[in-house]
């Protein structure tokens, strides 16, 4: 009996892995601010705006102008999501109490927001695989707090926004409007 070599081993592991990824934002299995499970399967057909959010950053002040955005257009089919994430700086060491208790009370934010994840690197969160991964149409690592992703009422990543474009900005808001507007 012939034994496999390490490389086919390697490549087996590979496609299995490659298998079993997320091809969707909707495939993703997340859990909510309060621990519990959850996906993106609940914003099918609206238009999604996804936020790896920090409360120690210079950006923070950002979370004011995705609350106004979530007021504006959420009767249109727009849902801002908040992702709070560790990796740039150590600026959201919080808990998930501390961090929820901090955008209601400072921000006043009524959007949904998640369970902490990971943007890059090694140990990236299987949503950021799916809207930053190799197969993604914006591929390559979240680059600091505050990364912005619009996905389509179809699911599909429409836009990807650096963390230093400000929510309000004209080009977030009209790429918002078109997404809205697409039925």
Known sequence: MKLPTLATILLTAVALSAADAP??????????????????K??????????????????TPQYKQLEELNQEFSKEGLAVLGFPCNDFGGQEPGTNEVIKEFCSTKYKVTFP???KVTCKGPNKSPLYQVLSGPESPFPGDVKWNFG????????????????????????????????LAAK
């Open 23 to 40: 091809k969707s934002v909707y495939d993703v299995s997340l859990k909510d601010i309060d621990g519990k499970d959850t996906s993106l």
């Open 42 to 59: 609940d914003y099918q057909g609206k238009v999604m705006l996804i936020v790896n959010v920090a409360s120690k950053c210079g950006n």
């Open 113 to 115: 927001m998640f369970d």
């Open 148 to 179: 912005k992703f619009l996905v389509g009422r179809d699911g599909k990543i429409l836009k990807r926004f650096e963390p230093k474009v400000k929510p309000d900005s004209p080009e977030v808001v009209s790429a918002i409007k078109e997404a």
